[in-house]
Structures are given as structure tokens and as C-alpha cells.
């Protein structure tokens, strides 16, 4: 059992950037792989960033390849979402989760945390 709390959202002009960190508690957290997804009202989750449990590989959407980086701190059940030239279409809430392996489908992951709202104005 593995349950995710994210943080670090918030309003943010464009070109800008934030950091995500989604805490995780469970003694099991290194042996899973963790990925970012987001959401704006109306459409469905979108895959954003994935790691697998030793941060070993990474993968992104090609939206955000090049300006987001996730990586994790195992020591600290903590893993990150540093997102870099934050633009409008960026906007939505974050959410992270857990799962088995690195996955871009959402219905892949068993655990996520409640999200973090993301707003970057024009």
C-alpha cells in the first residue's frame, strides 16, 4: 500500500517554472515506479513523466520532453516533477502515481495522490 501526497502547484507566468514533489508513505516506495499525469476539465488524464524505481530511465510525452525532468529520492519517499519554459497549455492539475513498472497508460497505475493544480498565465 502506497499512498501519494503532491504539492508545489500553484500560478506561475509563463516561461517560469515550479517543482512538484509528491510524498509517498509505505516502507515499499523504491520498488515502485512512479509517474506524473495531468488533467484539465472536460478531457482525459494525460501522461506527462515516468521513472522507473531506481531512477535508472525516464520517459516523457513529447509535450514537455525537453523542459521537464522527473526524478526521485528514494531515501525520501519523494519523487519530483521539475518543469521548466512553463507555457498556457501547460495549465491543469498534476497528479502523480504508483504502479509496477514505467507505463504511460494511467490505468496501469494502482496508487495516486489527490493533485496539484498547475496555472500559468499568459
Known amino acids: 500500500q502506497v499512498q501519494l501526497v503532491e504539492s508545489g502547484g500553484g500560478l506561475v507566468q509563463a516561461g517560469g517554472s515550479l517543482r512538484l514533489s509528491c510524498a509517498a508513505s509505505?516502507?515499499?516506495?523504491?520498488?515502485?515506479?512512479m509517474g506524473w499525469f495531468r488533467q484539465v476539465p472536460g478531457k482525459e488524464r494525460e501522461f506527462v513523466a515516468a521513472?522507473?524505481?531506481?531512477?535508472?530511465?525516464?520517459y516523457y510525452a513529447d509535450s514537455v520532453k525537453g523542459r521537464f525532468t522527473i526524478s526521485r529520492d528514494n531515501a525520501k519517499n519523494t519523487v519530483y516533477l521539475q518543469m521548466n519554459s512553463l507555457k498556457p497549455e501547460d495549465t491543469a492539475v498534476y497528479y502523480c502515481?504508483?504502479?509496477?513498472?514505467?507505463?504511460?497508460?494511467?490505468?496501469?497505475?494502482?496508487?495516486w495522490g489527490q493533485g496539484t493544480q498547475v496555472t500559468v498565465s499568459s
Open positions: 521513472i522507473t524505481w531506481n531512477g535508472g530511465r525516464t
Open positions: 502515481a504508483a504502479g509496477r513498472s514505467l507505463e504511460i497508460e494511467s490505468y496501469q497505475y494502482g496508487y
Open positions: 509505505g516502507r515499499t516506495f523504491s520498488s515502485y515506479a
